[in-house]
């Protein structure tokens, strides 16, 4: 799996598309914890339940249908008052985003089982082809070590750095539309 970190900071950059003055910070909470959320699986391990089981980690939790599923809950609880300048299938949009994107790094890495994208219909489990991110430890104590450093610096290069950018240019693209509306 990407770290909870990196998966927070690649909502932040799906969330630039977003993005709107005075959009209320539970719009970004909402989307880094969609990100981070399916992780919840992780104790499972504790529990006993087998990691390439139904519930198991990167099962389920880490499925397109969760997403979805997790999207809709986050989006009803964030709307029960206005948002401004967001509508409901944007936000909806956003935070499906998020969710998914989840699962799709953990399959860019190289460890674990795959990940069950499809579940409840298919349990299999499925990596990308190009899996460049170096797997992180589930425990905080093994994250803060040497290796741990080792990864942070890898998810940098693959998922913080492509974030900022992406992020970026969305923001840059966004600003120099307003400039060509505004000069006709």
Same mark, same amino acid.
């Given at each position: 799996?990407? @770290?909870?970190?990196?998966?927070?900071?690649?909502?932040?950059?799906?969330?630039?598309?977003?993005?709107?003055?005075?959009?209320?910070?539970?719009?970004?909470?909402?989307?880094?914890?969609?990100?981070?959320?399916?992780?919840?699986?992780?104790?499972?391990?504790?529990?006993?339940?087998?990691?390439?089981? =139904?519930?198991?980690?990167?099962?389920?939790?880490? @499925?397109?249908?969760?997403?979805?599923?997790?999207?809709?809950?986050?989006?009803?609880?964030?709307?029960?008052?206005?948002?401004?300048?967001?509508?409901?299938?944007?936000?909806?949009?956003?935070? =499906?985003?998020?969710?998914?994107?989840?699962?799709?790094?953990?399959?860019?890495?190289?460890?674990?089982?795959?990940?069950?994208? =499809? @579940?409840? =219909?298919?349990?299999?489990?499925?990596?990308?082809?190009?899996?460049?991110?170096?797997?992180?430890?589930?425990?905080?104590?093994?994250?803060?070590?040497?290796?741990?450093?080792?990864?942070?610096?890898?998810?940098?290069?693959?998922?913080?750095?492509?974030?900022?950018?992406?992020?970026?240019?969305?923001?840059?693209?966004?600003?120099?539309?307003?400039?060509?509306?505004?000069?006709?």
């Amino acid at each position: 799996m990407a @770290s909870a970190f990196s998966h927070a900071v690649a909502a932040v950059g799906l969330g630039t598309c977003l993005y709107r003055p005075g959009m209320p910070k539970r719009v970004w909470i909402a989307g880094v914890i969609c990100s981070v959320f399916p992780d919840i699986d992780a104790i499972g391990f504790r529990m006993g339940v087998p990691y390439g089981a =139904f519930w198991g980690h990167r099962g389920f939790t880490h @499925s397109i249908v969760f997403a979805g599923l997790m999207a809709a809950v986050a989006c009803v609880a964030i709307t029960w008052r206005e948002v401004p300048g967001i509508g409901r299938f944007s936000l909806f949009a956003y935070l =499906f985003v998020a969710g998914a994107s989840h699962g799709l790094l953990d399959a860019m890495t190289n460890g674990g089982l795959g990940v069950a994208f =499809f @579940s409840p =219909f298919d349990n299999g489990r499925y990596f990308l082809p190009w899996r460049p991110i170096r797997v992180s430890p589930l425990s905080l104590t093994r994250f803060f070590t040497p290796r741990g450093f080792g990864i942070m610096q890898n998810e940098i290069l693959w998922i913080w750095l492509p974030a900022l950018l992406f992020g970026g240019l969305v923001l840059l693209l966004r600003r120099s539309g307003r400039r060509q509306v505004a000069e006709s």
